[in-house]
């Protein structure tokens, strides 16, 4: 005896319901997960987030230009659906509650997967910010370019803003350094080898040096901190 056939609907998620017709439940299965798994949305979004948080602590992957214009044209794409289906749904007022539960349900899957792709795109903006603020009070400045290299161009611009704020606001306080540790030192000079070239007569708060590569000196904290930050001194403890 052959089996009966079943339809099924899949998905309404336009202006097309899509039908499926199948002569035994497992095939039915397993073609509608199929089909569901093609069309799940957030996932682009979800990858973004997942960049960042298997990142280390306090550290920055590359601005993910592709996939973050990826998502946008997906909420782009939920927006156009969206309006279609609730016009669709004023012009029409059909009388059909099986039409009128799949437009409904529908619009709902479009509404509810755009603002979860908005919720993420903040999030990967914010959390991103929190990092590039952090860094503005270890750079002061200027970025390395191994960490510049990583970063949008709006990022970029918001760092050397940030930046330039902090620096305003130590200015007015009679150039108050607010980046220096808040324990204070045992002693105001610390023992540094220099692992750059930096130069030969360099002006420093107290003295000229010879900032020249594998140098051992005593200089002032004030003076060397830029300098370990950017990777170009290394304090010695011993």
Known sequence: MSKPKHNFVVSQLGHETKIYKFYDHEQCTSQLRDYL?????????????KEFVNSESGQLTGFNNDVFAEVIEECNGHVLQLEALLRKKQVEGSSDQTSK????????????????????LMAYVYNRAEVI??????????????????????EKEYFEKHSATLQSYMSDLNDLDLAIDMVPPKDPYIKVRVLEEIGNEVVLSDQVANLAMHAILFLKRNDAESYISQGKMEELTS
Not at 37 to 49: I, T, V
Not at 106 to 118: D, M, T
């Open 101 to 120: 539960n799949a437009d409904h349900f529908g619009a709902l899957i479009h509404h509810l997967s755009f603002v979860r792709n908005k919720r993420c």
């Open 37 to 49: 798994n093609s069309k799940m949305y957030g996932r682009k979004a979800s990858q973004l987030l």
């Open 133 to 154: 603020q952090n860094l503005g009070w270890t750079f002061k400045r200027d970025l390395p370019d191994a960490i510049k290299e990583k970063l949008s161009s709006s």
